[in-house]
C-alpha cells in the first residue's frame, strides 16, 4: 500500500441501519471523527448508543442484517465502502486489528494460543510457519507474559482471563496494524488486572506507532488512556473533541450530565449528592424529532431543540472540539450544579449484626468432569471474617473475583452453612440455621439485592405477582386485596409507575428491573440488605439514580446496608465503613476515610491506583501488580498477597511467605492484616492526590 | 483422575447396568404365562396344565428366579435331575456326552450361551453367524450416513437462513420425520415393484445374506441411513450455525481469514463435538432401524433373530441378544464419552 | 358402473374432506386474526414453516376425530370385507360378492381395497384417530413423570441424580423394540404386570399437581386445601379407573390391550424428558431469580415448580412436539410388529405391515397410511421447528 500522510481514518458522516421484518432501526446516524497516526480516539457512550456499531461498520462486519446507509469511511485515503471482499480481507488483521471486551470467546477453544498467532503472518505475509511461530515468540514476549514458549502450545482454557486477554492484543499486534480497534477490552477483568492491561496497551501502541480507536462506557479509562474523545449518544456523535477539552470545558449537555453523574472524589452522598440523569435512554425506532437528548435535557427549549436536525457545530479556540447542541453558547457552562437536597447524615444505631471468626471452607471434587470418587480439595473460601454493622450504617465489602465475598454472603442469607464461628443477628447465633429452617422474621430481615438486573426477575412472573409473593412468603396482609395495596405502595417507594404492576420484565429497562429487584427485598421490612454488586451491570446514568434510591429507603427505614463491589469510586461515596478482601481474608478494615488515605495494605494500595478516576485534576501513582489474582483452589502460602505485594521485599525473612499475618489495629477502628513494620506503614504516600481547582 | 480410572468406572457403570437389564429380560421372560406359552410351543398347543407343569420342571423352568439366573450367568452349577427312567439330564449336559464328564457350571461366564429353542442350535453361534451379517449391514449404513450427514449439516449451518440451508433442512427434517417401515415401504413400491416398474433394485435382501450387491443390499443400507442422517445432519447444523456466530468466529474473520478457511480450519472441529456424541447415541437407535429393516427386507441378521426369538419367548436367545445389544449400547456410550474429551480440548483428564 | 379416473378420486377425496377444510380455515382465519393476543401461539403464525407444521398437525388432528369420534369422513365401515373388492385399484366401484350393497352405501373404493377386501381409504382416516387419541396423551405423562422426577434430580444433584440418571439410562439403553416385545404381549397382560406399571406411572400426575398447588398457596391454607382437595379427588377417581379398572362410579376405564400400550410408550419416552428436563433445571438453577427466591426461603417444590418450570417451558414445548411425532413413529412400529393392538384394528402401522407383503404387486393398500403418517410427523417437526424459531426470537 502506498504511503499515505493524512489522516489514517476519516469517517464522514456514517450512518449505519440495521433492518428488521418490521422495520428499519438506525443504529447510528451521521457519525463523523478523524484518527491521526499514532493517536488515541476514544469512544464513549452507554450500551445501546453504538458505539459498537461504529467499529463494525470500519471492520465492514455487520452481518446479514446491518448496512451502511451513508457517508463514508476512509483508511488511508481509501474509501472501504468500494473494496472487495477480497481487498477487504487484505486489511482486516493486517492493517486494521480488534481487540474484544470477552478474552475467552473471542479465542478458538480449540486451536493452540500458537498456531491462532501464527496465521495472521501467515495469512496475510505469506510467511513460513518457523517464521510466524518466531514472531509469535517476540510478541508474547511483548504482552510480558510468562513462559512464552508454553503459552503457544496452550489451549485458551488454560489461560486465566488476563492472560487471554494479553494473547488476543498479542493475535492484534502480530501484523504491526496502523489501526487498533479496541471494544470495551478490559470490561470482563479484575481491576487489578485491567490496570496491567491498559498499561500494556498504552505502552504498545507507543511503540508499534498504532493509532488506536478505543471503545468504551468508562470516562476513566478513556482519560488515562487518549488523545481525543468523542462522546455517543443515542446513536449519534453528540461531543468530539480533545481529552482536556471535553473533561474541563465540556459543551453538550450530556456530556455534563454524564459528568454529574458518576462518583468522582469529593462527592459525598450527603453534602454532594449525585444527579442522575432523569428519563430513560430512548428506543432506536423511538427517538425523539430533533435532539435526541431533549427529552432529558435540562436546558431544553421547546420549538428549538425539537424542530429539526442538529448538526455538529464548532466550538471557537478549542482544538477540533465539535458539539451537537444549538444552545451551547446561550448555555452558563460555568455555573455550579444545582444543589441536589442535601441530607442529614444518619448516625449508625445499635449493633445489629455481628459476625465473629467466621470460616466457611468447601470440598469440591478437583476433576470437575469424571468427578466423585476422585480426591477431593478444600477450597477455604472465608477464613475468620469478623466485624459488626449497625443499623443504618452502610458498610461496604471490597475486592476482586474470588474474594470469597459471594460466599460471606451465602453463610450469612444461609444458603449455606458456617464451617466455624459466629454469624449473630440480635445477638442470636444463626451460622448453622439454614434457611428453610429460619422463621420467617429472620429470614425477611435478611434480603438481598442481587447484580444482574437481567437475571433478578423471572421472566415469566409479571412485576406486580413477584412482589406479592416475597409478600406472602413474610406473611404480610391477610387478604389478596391487601397484599395488592402493599404491593403498589413498594412500586411507590422505589419510585415506579403503578402500572408496571402489570408489567412483564421484559419490558423493563436494566435501571427499572434493579427497582423491581429492590421493592422485593424490602417487601418483608428487611433490617439487613445485601446488596451483591447492585448497580455494577447499569449504565453509569442509571447506577447513580439507583444508588441514590438504595440510600434513601435506607435513611427512611434505617436499614443495615451490607454493599457488596469491586468499584471504590462508589464504595467511597456512599459508605461509613469498608472491608476489602483478598482470596477469603480481610486485609483491611476501618472508616471510608481510614481506608482511603494512607496507611493502606499493599492491596488496598494498588487497588486504589488501579480504579480509573474521570477526573483531570486527580494524580495517581502509578502501581501496577504482576500476575492474575491466584485461584481460591489454589492459594499461596503465608500471606495471600504475597505472590504480587510490592512490599514483600520490606518485611525481613521472607515472612511473607511463611506466615499468615495477624491482624493489627493501626488505629481505632481501623486494622490491616499484614508484616509490614509500623515505620513503613508511616512512610506510605496517598495514592490519589487531587491537585487544588 | 486418570483416563484409565475414568474407563475403568464407565465399566463398573456398565457392567452394573448390564447385569440390571439382563435380570429385568430374564425376569420378564420367565413368567409364568411366557414359560407357559413356550411349553406349548415345544411340545404342542393342547398340553393340559399338568402337561405344561411337568414340561417346565423336566427342564429346569421351575427353580427360583435368582437359582435359575445365577445358573445361566455360571455363578451357581447347573441343574441336573434324575428322570424316571435313570438318565440323567442336566443343564450342561450335551446330548452325546457322558454324563460324568459335564461340567457343574455352564453359563456365559464360562461362555456358554445355552440352547435355543428356535432354531434348535447353539445360541453362542447363531449370535456369531447373525452379528456378522449384522455387522455388514451396519459397516455400510455408517459409511453411507455419516458423512452425508455431516456434510449436509455443515453445508447448511455455515450460512444460515441461506437457500442452501432451508432446502437441506427441510430434506433433514423429512427424513427424521420417516421411520424405516414408512421408508423402506415406499422404495420398495417405487424402485422394487412391478407395480411402478422401475424395478432397479431388489425388494428382499435375501440373497444378499450370501452375496451382497449394490442391487440387494443398497435398499436395506439406504433406509436405515436414511432415518438417522436426518437427525444428525440437523444436530450438526444447529451446532455449525452456533459455532458460526461464536465470537471467535468474528475474531478470525476480522483476522482476515478467507470463508473456506473459516468453515475449515476454526468451525469444523468446535462444530463437531456436538454431533459426534449424538452419532455415538445413535446406535440404540440404529438397533431399532436394524430390526425394522432385516424384518422388512427379509435379511436374516441380528434384528431378525430378535424378532424370532422375541416372538417365541427363546430364553437364552432372547438374553443373548439382550446382552448383546447392551453392551452394543454401553460401548458405544462409552466411546462417546472418550471421543468427547479427546475432540474438546477444555475438558482435560488431569 | 365404471372405475373413477385419478381426477375423479382426486375430487372425490377433496369433497370428503369437506369438514376438515371448514375447520382448518376456521382455526387459520381465527388464529390470524387475533394473533397480537395468542403469546406464542400467534407468533407461529408468522413463521411459514410453523404454518404449514400446524396446518398439516391440525388436518390430522380434525380428520382422527372427525372420522374416529363422529364417523364422518370415511366412506365405508373399517372392518366391512367385500370379497369382491380384495387388492381392487383406486376408484373401483363398490360391490358386494354376497348379499346386497346397501343403497345408502358410498359407491366407490377410493383408494381401492386391501387383501381382505376393506375399503383404504376409509382405513387410513380412522388410522388417525388411532394415533390422535394416544399419542398427545401418552407425551404428557411421559412429560408429567419425567418433569416430576427430571426437577428434582437437576436441582438437588447428588446421590438422587445419580440413581434417577442410572435408572433413566438403564431404560434408554434397552433397544425400544425388544422392549416392546417383553412388554406387549397378551403374556404380559396375563401376569398383570402393565397393571402396576400403570399404577406407578399415572401416580406421578396427581403428584405433580398436588406439589404445584401446595407449594404455592402453603402461606394461604384455605385455597390451598380447595386446590389440592379438588385435584385428590379428581385424580383418585381418574387414577382408579383408569391403572386399576375400579372406577366405584363405573364411568372410567380402559381397555387394557390399549393400556398395555399406552403404559409401554410412556415408559420408553419418560427418561428422555427427565433427561432434558434435568439439564434445563441444572441450567437455571444458577440463576439470580433462583437464588432470590432461596433467600426469601421458598421451599424447593415452589422453586422447582414455579420458578424453574416455567423458563423451560419453550425448550419443553419444542420437545413435546417432536415427542408426538415420535410417539407417532412408535405406535406405528409397534402396530408394524403386530403388537398390542388387535390385529384388525386400522392403525397405520398395521395397514403398512399388512400391505407390505403385497407392495410388489399392488401399492394402493400400503402407501395411504406410510404417506398419513409420513404427513403428520413432518407436520410435527416443522411445527416444532417453527416454534422454535419463533421462541428464540422473543
Avoid at chain 1, 489514517?8 to 457519525?31: C, G, H, K, Y
Avoid at chain 1, 471486551?101 to 493452540?112: F, H, K, V, Y
Avoid at chain 1, 478437583?366 to 443504618?392: C, D, H, I, Q, Y
Avoid at chain 1, 419510585?495 to 423491581?516: D, I, N
Wanted: charged share 20%.
Amino acid at each position: 500500500m502506498a504511503e499515505h500522510d493524512g489522516p489514517i481514518l476519516e469517517i464522514e458522516n456514517l450512518s449505519i441501519s440495521f433492518f428488521t421484518r418490521l422495520r428499519e432501526i438506525p443504529a447510528v446516524m451521521d457519525f463523523s471523527v478523524t484518527v491521526q497516526p499514532g493517536e488515541a480516539v476514544g469512544l464513549v457512550g452507554e450500551s445501546g448508543c453504538g458505539k459498537s456499531t461504529v467499529a463494525l461498520g470500519v471492520m465492514r462486519d455487520l452481518g446479514v442484517n446491518g448496512r451502511i446507509v451513508g457517508g463514508t469511511v476512509r483508511f488511508k485515503g481509501r474509501d472501504l465502502g468500494t473494496l472487495s471482499a477480497r481487498e477487504l480481507r487484505a486489511i482486516r488483521g493486517r492493517e486494521i486489528a480488534m481487540i474484544y471486551q470477552e478474552p475467552m470467546a473471542s479465542l478458538n477453544p480449540a486451536m493452540r494460543v500458537g498456531r491462532q498467532l501464527m496465521e495472521v503472518p501467515m495469512i496475510h505475509e505469506g510467511v513460513s510457519a518457523a517464521e510466524a511461530r518466531a514472531r509469535a515468540l517476540d510478541v508474547v514476549r511483548d504482552v510480558k507474559l510468562p513462559d512464552p514458549e508454553r503459552i503457544l502450545e496452550s489451549y485458551p482454557h488454560q489461560l486465566s482471563g488476563g492472560q487471554q486477554q494479553r494473547i488476543v492484543i498479542a493475535m492484534a499486534l502480530m501484523s504491526k496494524p496502523a489501526l487498533l480497534i479496541l471494544d470495551e477490552p478490559t470490561t470482563a477483568l479484575d481491576v487489578t488486572v485491567e490496570a496491567a492491561v491498559v498499561d500494556l496497551v498504552k505502552d504498545l501502541g507507543r511503540k508499534y506507532g498504532t493509532s488506536m480507536l478505543f471503545i468504551s462506557h468508562n470516562l476513566g479509562l478513556v482519560l488515562e488512556t487518549c488523545d481525543r474523545i468523542c462522546v455517543m449518544y443515542s446513536g449519534e456523535a453528540v461531543e468530539t473533541g480533545s481529552v482536556r477539552d471535553v473533561f474541563d470545558r465540556m459543551r453538550h449537555p450530556y456530556t455534563q450530565a454524564l459528568f454529574r453523574s458518576i462518583p468522582l472524589p469529593g462527592a459525598d452522598k450527603n453534602a454532594r449528592p449525585l444527579r442522575a440523569i432523569p428519563g430513560n435512554f430512548p428506543l432506536p425506532h423511538e427517538r425523539p424529532p430533533g435532539c435526541n437528548f431533549g427529552p432529558r435535557c435540562d436546558y431544553f427549549k421547546a420549538g428549538l431543540c425539537d424542530a429539526g436536525e442538529i448538526p455538529m457545530a464548532v466550538i471557537a479556540d478549542d482544538d477540533r472540539h465539535f458539539t451537537r447542541c444549538l444552545r451551547h453558547q446561550d448555555i452558563d457552562w460555568a455555573a455550579p450544579m444545582e444543589k441536589a437536597d442535601m441530607t442529614e447524615a444518619t448516625e449508625p444505631g445499635k449493633v445489629v449484626l455481628r459476625m465473629d471468626k467466621l470460616r466457611k471452607y468447601y470440598e469440591v471434587a478437583a476433576n470437575a468432569l469424571f468427578g466423585g470418587g476422585g480426591p477431593t480439595r478444600v477450597v477455604k473460601a472465608n477464613e475468620t471474617l469478623s466485624f459488626e454493622a449497625r443499623e443504618s450504617e452502610t458498610l461496604a465489602i471490597v475486592g476482586e473475583s474470588g474474594c470469597g465475598k459471594s460466599t460471606f454472603a451465602k453463610v450469612l442469607m444461609g444458603l449455606e452453612t458456617a464451617t466455624d464461628g459466629e454469624i449473630l443477628l440480635d445477638n442470636r447465633n444463626i451460622e448453622q440455621i439454614p434457611i428453610e429452617k429460619r422463621d420467617t422474621q429472620t429470614v425477611a430481615d435478611i434480603q438481598m439485592v442481587f447484580q444482574n438486573p437481567f437475571d433478578t426477575l423471572n421472566p415469566s412472573m409479571s412485576v406486580g405477582r413477584q412482589i406479592i409473593r416475597a409478600l406472602e412468603v413474610f406473611g404480610h396482609g391477610a387478604t389478596d386485596a391487601e397484599r395488592r395495596e402493599e404491593m403498589l405502595r413498594l412500586l411507590d417507594l422505589v419510585k415506579l409507575p403503578r402500572e408496571f404492576a402489570e408489567r412483564m420484565p421484559r419490558q423493563l429497562s436494566g435501571g427499572q428491573k434493579q427497582r423491581v429487584g429492590i421493592a422485593r427485598a424490602f417487601a418483608g421490612g428487611a433490617r439487613i440488605v445485601v446488596a451483591d454488586e447492585p448497580v455494577s451491570a447499569l449504565d453509569v446514568s442509571v447506577q447513580a439514580a439507583v444508588t441514590d434510591l438504595l440510600m434513601e429507603i435506607q435513611r427512611k427505614q434505617k436499614t443495615t446496608l451490607l454493599f457488596i463491589s469491586h468499584d471504590l469510586s462508589i464504595v467511597r461515596y456512599l459508605s461509613d465503613r469498608v472491608m476489602v478482601m483478598y482470596l477469603g481474608h480481610v486485609v483491611e478494615m476501618g472508616s471510608t476515610d481510614q481506608v482511603f488515605a494512607p496507611p493502606y495494605h499493599p492491596y488496598t494500595e494498588a487497588l486504589l491506583s488501579a480504579v480509573p478516576i474521570a477526573d483531570t485534576r486527580v494524580q495517581k501513582t502509578r502501581i501496577v501488580l504482576e500476575g492474575d489474582v491466584p485461584s481460591a483452589m489454589n492459594p499461596p502460602p503465608g500471606c495471600p498477597f504475597q505472590t504480587r505485594c510490592r512490599w514483600k521485599a520490606e518485611v525481613p525473612g521472607g515472612l511473607c511467605e511463611r506466615e499468615v499475618p495477624p491482624v493489627r489495629d493501626l488505629a481505632p477502628g481501623h486494622q490491616v492484616k499484614c508484616h509490614l513494620s509500623q515505620e513503613m506503614f508511616d512512610r506510605m504516600e496517598p495514592v490519589i492526590r487531587v491537585a487544588a481547582e | 483422575m486418570t483416563l484409565a480410572k475414568f474407563i475403568l468406572r464407565r465399566v463398573g457403570v456398565m457392567l452394573l447396568t448390564a447385569l440390571c437389564l439382563t435380570f429385568i429380560v430374564f425376569f420378564l421372560t420367565n413368567l409364568y404365562p411366557n414359560l407357559e406359552k413356550l411349553a406349548k410351543t415345544q411340545g404342542n398347543f393342547r398340553m393340559t396344565d399338568e402337561e405344561v407343569a411337568s414340561y417346565l420342571g423336566r427342564n429346569g423352568y421351575l427353580q427360583p428366579l435368582p437359582v435359575k439366573y445365577g445358573q445361566w450367568m455360571g455363578v451357581l452349577p447347573g441343574w441336573t435331575q434324575e428322570a424316571e427312567d435313570g438318565t440323567i439330564r442336566g443343564r450342561c449336559f450335551a446330548p452325546d456326552q457322558p454324563p460324568g464328564d459335564a461340567p457343574r457350571f455352564c453359563g456365559i461366564l464360562q461362555g456358554h450361551w445355552g440352547h435355543s429353542t428356535v432354531f434348535r442350535e447353539d445360541v453362542g453361534a447363531i449370535i456369531a453367524e447373525k452379528l456378522a451379517l449384522t455387522g455388514r449391514l451396519m459397516l455400510w449404513v455408517m459409511l453411507l450416513m455419516v458423512p452425508s450427514a455431516l456434510i449436509l449439516g455443515v453445508m447448511a449451518g455455515m450460512r444460515e437462513g441461506s437457500r442452501t440451508d432451508r432446502t437441506l433442512s427441510t430434506f433433514a427434517i423429512t427424513t427424521t420425520a420417516t421411520p424405516e417401515y414408512v421408508s423402506g415401504v415406499l422404495f420398495i413400491a417405487v424402485f422394487a415393484s412391478t407395480a411402478v416398474g422401475l424395478k432397479w433394485f431388489k425388494g428382499t435382501a435375501t440373497s444378499a445374506m450370501e452375496n451382497p450387491t449394490f442391487e440387494n443390499f443398497f435398499l436395506p443400507v439406504l433406509t436405515i441411513a436414511l432415518y438417522g442422517m436426518g437427525y444428525i445432519a440437523r444436530m450438526t447444523r444447529a451446532s455449525m450455525a452456533e459455532v458460526m456466530t461464536a465470537q471467535y468466529i468474528r475474531t478470525a474473520r476480522l483476522k482476515g481469514v478467507s470463508f473456506p478457511n473459516i468453515v475449515v480450519k476454526h468451525a469444523l472441529r468446535n462444530a463437531l463435538i456436538a454431533p459426534f456424541t449424538v452419532i455415538m447415541l445413535q446406535f440404540p437407535w440404529l438397533l431399532n432401524g436394524v430390526v425394522i429393516v432385516e424384518t422388512l427386507f427379509n435379511y436374516k441378521g441380528f434384528g431378525w433373530t430378535l424378532v424370532q426369538a422375541a416372538g417365541n419367548n427363546d430364553i437364552e436367545l432372547l438374553l443373548a441378544v439382550s446382552v448383546v445389544s447392551v453392551v452394543v449400547v454401553l460401548a458405544t456410550q462409552l466411546i462417546s464419552d472418550i471421543g468427547y474429551v479427546y475432540l474438546n480440548p477444555r475438558i482435560s483428564m488431569t | 358402473m365404471e372405475p373413477l379416473s385419478w381426477g375423479a378420486i382426486i375430487l372425490r377425496i377433496l369433497a370428503q374432506f369437506a369438514p376438515v377444510w371448514t375447520a382448518l380455515v376456521v382455526t387459520f382465519a381465527l388464529s390470524t386474526a387475533f394473533r397480537r393476543r395468542l403469546g406464542l401461539y400467534g407468533k407461529l403464525f408468522d413463521s411459514p414453516i410453523g404454518m404449514v407444521g400446524f396446518g398439516l398437525v391440525m388436518f390430522w388432528v380434525f380428520t382422527g376425530i372427525f372420522a374416529g369420534a363422529f364417523d364422518i369422513i370415511a366412506t365405508h365401515d373399517v372392518l366391512d370385507q367385500s370379497a369382491s373388492m380384495k387388492n381392487k385399484v383406486p376408484g373401483t366401484p363398490y360391490t358386494k360378492l354376497m348379499g346386497e350393497v346397501a343403497p345408502d352405501a358410498y359407491p366407490y373404493y377410493l383408494l381401492g381395497g386391501d387383501n381382505l377386501g376393506r375399503d383404504v381409504f376409509s382405513r387410513m382416516v380412522v388410522g388417525a384417530w388411532e394415533v390422535i387419541k394416544i399419542a398427545p396423551f401418552a407425551s404428557l405423562f411421559a412429560f408429567m413423570v419425567g418433569i416430576t422426577l427430571g426437577l428434582p434430580a437437576g436441582y438437588y444433584g447428588g446421590r438422587l441424580d445419580t440413581f434417577l440418571s442410572f435408572l433413566a439410562n438403564l431404560i434408554l439403553a434397552f433397544p425400544v423394540i425388544l422392549l416392546f416385545y417383553l412388554l406387549v404381549t397378551p403374556e404380559i397382560i396375563q401376569t398383570g404386570i402393565p397393571v402396576y406399571m400403570a399404577a406407578t406411572l399415572f401416580v406421578f400426575p396427581i403428584v405433580f399437581l398436588v406439589l404445584l398447588w401446595n407449594s404455592r398457596f402453603h402461606t394461604q391454607p384455605a385455597t390451598r386445601n380447595l386446590y389440592v382437595g379438588i385435584t385428590l379427588v379428581v385424580g383418585t377417581w381418574l387414577y382408579l379407573g383408569i391403572a386399576w379398572d375400579a372406577d366405584p362410579l363405573g364411568l372410567v376405564s380402559f381397555p387394557p390391550n390399549l393400556l398395555v400400550v399406552f403404559v409401554a410408550v410412556v415408559f420408553v419416552n419418560a427418561p428422555t424428558v427427565f433427561r432434558i428436563v434435568r439439564g434445563l433445571t441444572m441450567d437455571i438453577k444458577t440463576r439470580d431469580y433462583v437464588a432470590a427466591a432461596q433467600t426469601r426461603g421458598e421451599g424447593p417444590w415452589y422453586i422447582m415448580l414455579w420458578e424453574i418450570l416455567p423458563n423451560v417451558r419453550g425448550p419443553l414445548l419444542v420437545d413435546f412436539c417432536l415427542r408426538i411425532g415420535y410417539t407417532t413413529i412408535l405406535l406405528g412400529t409397534l402396530g408394524f410388529f403386530g403388537l398390542g393392538l388387535s390385529p384388525e384394528s386400522p392403525d397405520w402401522g398395521s395397514t403398512i405391515n399388512e400391505g407390505r407383503k403385497l407392495l410388489s404387486m399392488y401399492l394402493h393398500p400400503a402407501l395411504p397410511p406410510a404417506l398419513a403418517l409420513l404427513s403428520l410427523v413432518l407436520g410435527l417437526n416443522l411445527l416444532a421447528d417453527g416454534l422454535r424459531e419463533e421462541s428464540l426470537r422473543d
